[in-house]
């Protein structure tokens, strides 16, 4: 039932629930995808009987942050309801505290979706209410989660990057056919959209058969230009590509990682222990380590706090058998391929009373295809 407001003009016009206001908070909060790493996506809502009086979101790292934006459109922000989809934060940092900015324009009530994991910026909830605002864990907390996972995420593993692994598979769930062809399995809408996926995460990572068999470029080349283009990563047992792959030749544009990962290697020493070598743009940076989870603690000492993992199937199977994709982006396009290289690799059986169930977050048609989004953890709206 939609409520109605009667305008002092005399027309009724729909009232903006805080339901919907945080549904437009989560769209605006989007804006800033592929430029605000490593701080959160954040919308933000001025409420005022019903009516917006305010918006904004956090448009890139380093710049003011979404609740500062809203008020600052806003002409008399006293008494409105702010509503965002993180709790405000309560530190000073490049930015002064969005709590303090709150209480100081005198905000009657702030709805949040999500609870802030960073220590150093969480307890904004608990200062507003010191200061006598009114404050709630409001709706759509889930869905502020999923858009911030990999920030969420950075928090809750502090040793390995967030990892999502994009996969574009035929119906009947390969990545490729018998000749190691995939080009192109999804079709344009899906390919532009992983041009806009790739700008959100801080690296893009494939195994080394994949950069062999398609000589990626895996640059960003969409609608979204990420503030620092993502780094790219090849995992295998060598790290070692040949000198003509579009990926060695372009080393002066985009940085590459060549990880090797096998049992028995000697690994890189953490930066702990050793001064952290910049990323190099004229040679591949190479990092050995014991296994998988040795390699991406590495890469997180090197600041990759998240990363796109997209394929080949042997890398996928071996990422999800050792517990280390967060999320699946899964393209499903209808062609039947009836045999070529198997989506998953050849991961260890699980008895189906106590196998992994996934938590899809979203599904939706890209032209003829389908996407569809699946947390092994989904983020909790209190972290
Ligand atoms: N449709 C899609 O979305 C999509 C995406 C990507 C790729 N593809 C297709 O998939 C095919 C390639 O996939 P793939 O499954 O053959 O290979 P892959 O996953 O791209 O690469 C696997 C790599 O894993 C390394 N490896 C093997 N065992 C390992 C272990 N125990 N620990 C660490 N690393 C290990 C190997 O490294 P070494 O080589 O050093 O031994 C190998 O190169 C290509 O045909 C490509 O076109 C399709």
Redesign the pocket.
Known sequence: VKSLKVTESGSSEPEVTERRAMRRALELAVQGWGRVSTNPLVGAVLLRDGRVVGEGWHAEWGGPHAEAVALAACDDPAGTTCVVTLEPCAHEGKTPACSTALIDAAVARVVYAVGDPNPEAGGGAARLREAGVEVERGPLGAEAAALNAAFICAHRHPKRPYVALK???SMDGF??DRE?R?QW?SGPEAREWVHWLRAGFDAIG?????AL??DPLLTVRGSVTPLRPPTRIV????AELPENLKLMQTLDEVPVVLVA??PGAEPTPSFRDEPLPPFSMTAPDRLTAPD?PAAFRLLRERAVTSLLV???????G?LLDAGLVDRLYWIQAPVRLGGG?PAF?DTAPQPLGGAERWTVTERRSLGPDTLLVMDREPCSPES
């Open positions: 996969l574009a598979t990545l490729a190691g995939s399995i494939v195994g080394r058969r994949t068999a398609d995992f295998g047992r060598s990962a096998e998988l997209e394929g080949g199937g042997t890398l996928a071996l290289v690799g």
